[in-house]
């Protein structure tokens, strides 16, 4: 069975452009997240969207967001890029509705903003 | 969600037994303690989830007191290719939160030969 697909994996762009970085989850997995992580913050929760929608949230501003299309597969856009946006995005799936389940992640997409 | 205390780094030997302890003091009824392990550039992997008392699989133990206020999470006879972040987390795994995790700083394990 595939693991999690991340696209690219690594991107580098400039101040003010914007991004968008490619998920596919595990085949049969509707649930997907996005999280960040920077030596300075650790891992943070972006996002997480089941069956195309998007059911929880984490607290990052309006210029991050998110979707997910009907075969589950989702896309994280950063608009209006800062240099702070630099770091590692990962993406994680699950079935998504079972409790306590694990997560499997992606590699990730190593984002540099210059 | 719970905050979790764990030591920011511990060092080993191959071959030690390696024990990571975990603080979670406001744990809630509903809460499970997961375990994930992360490898530089790499996404974390699930290690291992209890709720209660101790759970054990082919890679780790985890044992939980009574009182759930701590965990630890036990790594037997640790090889070179074990140095890794650990990240303890805790938090309610119900059905609709199951994409949603909080990690802390991690404990970064260095195993030396």
């Known amino acids: 069975k595939a693991g999690v697909t991340q696209t690219p994996r690594y991107l580098i762009k400039t101040r003010g452009q914007q991004v968008t970085l490619s998920c596919s989850p595990i085949s049969g997995h509707r649930s997907v997240s996005w999280y960040q992580q920077t030596p300075g913050q650790g891992l943070q929760f972006l996002f997480e969207y089941f069956s195309e929608t998007q059911r929880n949230k984490g607290n990052f501003p309006g210029r991050f967001s998110g979707r997910q299309f009907s075969n589950s597969r989702s896309e994280m856009n950063v608009s209006t890029l800062e240099l702070g946006d630099s770091a590692l995005y990962l993406c994680a799936s699950s079935l998504g509705d079972r409790e306590g389940e694990k997560l499997f992640f992606g590699s990730g997409t190593q984002l540099s903003v210059l | ?113």
């Open chain 2, 1 to 113: 969600l719970a905050k979790t205390t764990q030591p920011i780094s511990m060092d080993s030997y191959e071959g030690q037994e390696v024990n990571i302890t975990c603080s979670h003091n406001n744990i809630a009824t509903n809460d499970y303690i997961t375990w994930y392990q992360q490898f530089p550039s790499q996404g974390p992997r699930f290690i291992i989830q209890g709720y209660k008392t101790k759970v054990t699989n082919e890679v780790a133990s985890l044992f939980i007191p009574a009182d759930r206020k701590s965990s630890t999470l036990s790594l037997p006879r640790v090889s070179l290719s074990d140095t890794a972040v650990y990240y303890c987390l805790v938090g309610d795994a119900g059905s609709s939160n199951t994409g949603k995790l909080i990690f802390g700083q991690g404990t970064t394990l260095q195993v030396k030969p």
